[in-house]
């Protein structure tokens, strides 16, 4: 019996993790189509395509799928004009959260969102109510093998950015929005193709946190990820990497 509840609980979660990977794809493939109707469908020219491919590559979207999403914008079709809203409010313990948003009907958008902020025991906000408490950023990622620490800050400073940060992980490079473009093409002239490229919400201000807020925000983040009108969930929350493994584990 033990094994097979083990079973049964890994085909569970497998199913969601598959049902996950459809609905990013879904939001992935809708972000190119907006960005090809908006700024053309050459990712050389038009950064925001360029980014969201990156963000297809990262998540392994196979190039049919992104080759359908840019050929939709191209094509033209009826019923995918989307606009883009960005949501801002307070999740527990007075965290801030900026959800952006594609939406082809507002008032369903903006009811389904107020909703799951009252239900995860918060609360949506009017417009700049958290947004002064983070900076509009372009991000760029590399791998931590592409270059020493070093390297990397000192091809990012050369190419404009405002900062590298070196992590466990990966390089993180931030700059100005209006020179994503131009950072992140002179940094692949010496490194190769970025593991990342976008413009992301980086906290200028941080809310720590206790376990059980932490454990209500992260049901209200997942819950408004799951909404498919939801493209990006965004928070100044920190909690001890104790608490954090311990409920990522639960």
């Known amino acids: 019996m033990a094994g097979h509840s083990q079973y049964s609980n890994i085909m569970h979660r497998k199913g969601r993790q598959d049902a996950k990977r459809a609905k990013v794809f879904s939001k992935i493939g809708r972000e190119i189509t907006v960005a090809a109707k908006l700024g053309g469908a050459d990712p050389g020219g038009n950064p925001r395509l360029r980014a969201a491919i990156l963000w297809a590559r ?8 992104i080759k359908k999403a840019i050929d ?44 799951t902020f009252s239900k995860h025991g918060g609360n949506l906000g009017e417009t700049n109510s958290v947004s002064f408490m983070f900076d509009r950023v372009g ?23 405002e900062n590298c940060e070196t992590g466990d992980e990966f390089h993180e490079i931030t700059c ?45 983040i997942d819950t408004l990820e799951d909404n498919d009108d939801v493209q990006t969930v965004t928070t100044n929350f920190e909690v001890s990497e104790e608490i954090m493994e311990k409920l990522l584990a639960s």
Do not use: C, H
Request: glycine letters at 8%; zero cysteines; proline letters at 4%.
């Open 139 to 161: 991000l760029i990622t590399y791998p931590l093998a592409k270059a020493s620490a070093d390297a990397m800050f000192e091809a990012a400073v050369e190419s404009g950015a």
């Open 176 to 220: 100005r929005p209006d020179d994503l473009a131009a950072v992140r093409d002179a940094l692949e002239e010496k490194f190769g193709e970025a593991t990342k490229a976008a413009f992301v919400w980086k906290p200028n201000v941080m809310a720590e946190v206790n376990e059980d807020q932490a454990q209500s925000l992260l049901k209200l």
């Open 58 to 65: 990262e998540e392994s979207m196979p190039n049919d799928r």
């Open 72 to 115: 939709t914008a191209i094509g033209g079709a009826a019923g995918d004009d989307y606009e883009a809203i960005t949501y801002e409010g307070y999740g527990p313990g007075g965290v801030a959260v900026i959800v952006e948003s594609l939406t082809n009907n507002r008032n369903r958008t903006a009811g389904e969102v107020r909703s």
